[in-house]
C-alpha cells in the first residue's frame, strides 16, 4: 500500500463546477498535509497546507482533512480552465520530508 | 517572500560528464532543502534532504557518489550528477523548507532544471 493514494484521474469537470480531489494516506503520525498544483512542465506550487481536522478554505479552494478515515481532499469552486493541471497531496512524513501521491490530472472543460 | 530559484533551468550534456545544479533560497534562510527527480507523468521522486552545514541523507536506492549535495550556506545547495548518462535525463527540483511563521516548515519549490543527457 503506498503511503498516500490519488486517483490518478484525468477528472474532468465543466467551467463553473466544484471540482473534488481526493487522497487517502496509511501512516497515522502525519500530522500535515499539504497540496500542491503542478502545471505540465514546471514544478509544483503549494495551494494548502492543513493540519486540524475539518475545513479550511482559501478563495476558491476548501481543503478538507479527517483523521480518523485518514482522508485529505480539495475542493475547487467555480472552476476554470485554468485550474486545469495535476494536483498532488502530500503529508509531512518524519524529518520534514514530504511524502507525495501520484496526483490527479484535472481537466477544465469551457 | 519564499522565493526559490534554481539555475540552470535547462542542460544538455554528454555521457560521462558532470553537471551542477544550484538551488538558492532567495529571500530567507533554508536551514533544510530538498532535491527530488521526476520522470514524465510520474509524481515527484525524493532524492535527498540537505542540511546546512551537514551531511545530506539519501533516500534508499539513491546512489549518494553519484549525486553529490553540498549546502554550504542557509541559502544555496547544490546538487551534482556526476558521470552522468541517458538514464539520468530528468526533471530535478528541489525545494527550501520555508521560514517559521508560514506554517509547519512549508516547503517552496525551485521552477527545476530539465536534464538531458546524451
Known amino acids: 500500500q503506498k503511503e498516500v493514494e490519488q486517483n490518478s484521474g484525468p477528472l474532468s469537470v465543466p467551467e463553473g463546477a466544484i471540482a473534488s480531489l481526493n487522497c487517502t494516506y496509511s501512516d497515522r503520525g502525519s500530522q500535515s498535509f499539504f497540496w500542491y498544483r503542478q502545471y505540465s512542465g514546471k514544478s509544483p506550487e503549494l495551494i494548502m497546507f492543513?493540519?486540524?481536522?475539518g475545513d479550511k478554505e482559501d478563495g476558491r479552494f476548501t481543503a478538507q482533512l479527517n483523521k480518523a478515515s485518514q482522508y485529505v481532499s480539495l475542493l475547487i469552486r467555480d472552476s476554470q480552465p485554468s485550474d486545469s493541471a495535476t494536483y498532488l497531496c502530500a503529508g509531512r512524513a518524519k524529518g520534514g520530508k514530504l511524502i507525495f501521491g501520484q496526483g490527479t490530472e484535472l481537466s477544465v472543460k469551457p | 517572500g519564499a522565493v526559490v530559484s534554481q539555475h540552470p533551468s535547462w542542460v544538455i550534456c554528454k555521457s560521462g560528464t558532470s553537471v551542477k545544479i544550484e538551488c538558492r533560497s532567495l529571500d530567507f534562510q533554508a536551514t533544510t532543502m530538498f532535491w527530488y527527480r521526476q520522470f514524465p507523468k510520474q509524481s515527484l521522486m525524493l532524492m535527498a534532504t540537505?542540511?546546512?552545514?551537514?551531511?545530506?541523507?539519501?533516500e534508499q536506492g539513491v546512489e549518494k557518489d553519484k549525486f553529490l549535495i553540498n549546502h554550504a550556506s542557509l541559502t544555496l545547495s547544490t546538487l551534482t550528477v556526476t558521470s552522468a548518462h541517458p538514464e539520468d535525463s530528468s526533471f530535478y527540483i528541489c525545494?527550501?523548507?520555508?521560514?517559521?511563521?508560514?506554517?509547519?516548515?512549508?516547503?517552496?519549490f525551485g521552477p527545476g532544471t530539465r536534464l538531458t543527457v546524451l
Open positions: 525545494s527550501a523548507r520555508g521560514p517559521t511563521g508560514i506554517g509547519d516548515n512549508v516547503q517552496f
Open positions: 540537505s542540511n546546512e552545514g551537514s551531511k545530506a541523507t539519501y
Open positions: 492543513i493540519y486540524s481536522n
